[in-house]
């Protein structure tokens, strides 16, 4: 007895959609936050001949090629110029420099990134936002991306592409008459 076996293909393959990896936006750079706490006196008072005597004597090199934040974990009240001073130590050595800790540092470079992608690129497309990943890709870069390109897209999934979750669809021509 000859059984006659089908081939399995896989449509997902075959399908036309775009998938992007918001991980992909994630900065392989190193992330350094700049706290100013321990430039304060008794970690609570700026006083500026102190502060910036002890800017004058830091090591900005350990800074070079890395995207830094700049904060205050100190309950403390911090003159705009003081983030204004520190910022013009940095940047001759820093990648970037941001304002805030770790996590808001990774929102604005993650935002920064993708608010840089030329939509154009994904016209007429069917995009799967890729979700669950090795990285905190945090809500706003999902909500960042679909801003971006709902405008543009043909439509727009979250999840993977086999099991996806519809978040926008165009309405063609004909149903908009």
Wanted: glycine share 4%; hydrophobic share 45%; net charge negative.
């Amino acid at each position: 007895m000859h059984v006659m076996q089908e081939e399995i293909i896989n449509k997902v393959s075959q399908s036309a959609l775009v998938t992007l990896d918001l991980e992909s936006f994630y900065p392989k750079e190193e992330i350094k936050i700049f706290d100013l706490k321990p430039f304060l006196f008794m970690e609570l008072i700026l006083k500026e001949k102190d502060f910036r005597a002890a800017l004058e004597s830091t090591d900005w090199s350990v800074y070079k090629d890395k995207i830094v934040g700049v904060y205050c974990s100190a309950d403390a009240v911090i003159p705009v110029w003081a983030y204004m001073l520190v910022t013009s130590y940095l940047q001759p050595y820093a990648m970037e420099v941001v304002m805030g800790d770790e996590t808001a540092v990774l929102r604005q470079v993650l935002t920064e990134r993708i608010r840089a992608i030329d939509p154009i690129e994904f016209k007429d497309q069917r995009i799967v936002i890729k979700g669950c990943g090795e990285k905190p890709v945090g809500d706003f870069a999902y909500l960042e991306i679909t801003k971006l390109l709902r405008p543009v897209a043909k439509s727009i999934m979250y999840g993977e592409p086999c099991s996806t979750v519809p978040v926008f669809k165009a309405q063609s021509l004909k149903s908009k008459a």
